[in-house]
């Protein structure tokens, strides 16, 4: 009984590779494409969570804005 390991591989205009048939140079590549993919990822997700924040922080603005407006509103209908 024979058993296969999967090997990880890289596909590369549309050919795959082996990566530990690779030499040192192109499994260094390969590690710094890798890391340069995460890194991506994490600043799109960062980019998400700055986008969300400076909206809900611009519609709290724009909401304390108009408080005061709608208090002194009250308050002069209280008056009259």
């Not at 924040?53 to 009259?80: H, Q, R, W």
Request: no cysteine.
């Amino acid at each position: 009984m024979t058993e296969e390991i999967a090997k990880e591989t890289i596909t590369v205009d549309s050919v795959p590779h082996v990566i530990a048939d690779m030499t040192a140079d192109q499994q260094y590549y390969v590690t710094q494409l890798k890391d340069l993919n995460n890194k991506s990822i994490n600043a799109r997700i960062a980019l998400d969570q700055i986008t969300v924040a400076s909206k809900a922080f611009t519609g709290a603005l724009v909401e304390s804005l108009k408080a005061p407006e709608d208090a002194e509103a009250i308050d002069a209908k209280k008056v009259n």
